[in-house]
């Protein structure tokens, strides 16, 4: 299991639980890709993208919250 983050740090979802094995999904459908379908190993790469990337969009948001947006309306 991971380690608890440190007192007063945010938890960050897609690294302190149990979503960040969604990562590694892919490699499973590989692993049984011989007794599996096809279809199934295609899931599984699926899966694994999305995890990736929804961790890109969450840590770029939470890069880019203390900057001041690029063009100011008005």
Do not use: C, H
Request: no cysteine; net charge negative; hydrophobic share 40%.
């Amino acid at each position: 299991m991971s380690e608890s983050p440190p007192q007063g740090a945010e938890r960050d979802l897609y690294r302190d639980t149990w979503v960040r094995y969604l990562g590694y999904a892919n490699e499973v459908g590989e692993a049984f890709r011989s007794m599996v379908p096809a279809a199934v190993v295609w899931l599984s790469y699926g899966v694994s993208s999305s995890y990736v990337l929804a961790d890109a969009i969450d840590k770029g948001k939470k890069a880019g919250e203390g900057f001041l947006p690029l063009f100011l309306p008005g």
